[in-house]
Nanobody, 127 residues
């Protein structure tokens, strides 16, 4: 059973930073890409960033480009999201997800394509 476990969420002031982690475990966990989404209260899941696991290519939503950085540690089987200059409207539950299959383009970064999800970690940005 593949498991994705997020950590690193918490309370931060406007303009502050947090680093989220997503540890993957389980037998023969095969994935093409890993991604970060968030879901604010009453809203749909919002794509934030993706990384191709084999070559490290990264992709960002316009809303976070230049402020968030996605990375991975292959040896630790862990995904990261460094978040800087956080805003109150970014208060949400942050999720990591994995897509087993190759798909190119932002149309691929949708909830329905994901094969695995973490349980989420709460990020609260105070004003």
């Amino acid at each position: 059973q593949v498991q994705l476990v997020e950590s690193g969420g918490g309370l931060v002031q406007t303009g502050g930073s947090l680093r989220l982690s997503c540890a993957a475990s389980g037998p023969t966990f095969s994935r093409d890409s890993m991604l970060w989404f968030r879901q604010a209260p009453g809203k749909d899941h919002e794509f934030l960033s993706a990384i191709r696991w084999n070559n490290g290519n990264t992709y960002y939503a316009e809303s976070v480009k230049g402020r968030f950085t996605i990375s991975r540690d292959n040896a630790k089987n862990t995904l990261y999201l460094q978040m800087n200059s956080l805003k109150p409207e970014e208060t949400a539950v942050y999720y990591c997800a994995a897509d087993r299959d190759y798909c190119l383009g932002f149309g691929c970064y949708v909830r329905s394509r994901m094969d695995y999800w973490g349980q989420g970690t709460q990020v609260t940005v105070s004003s």
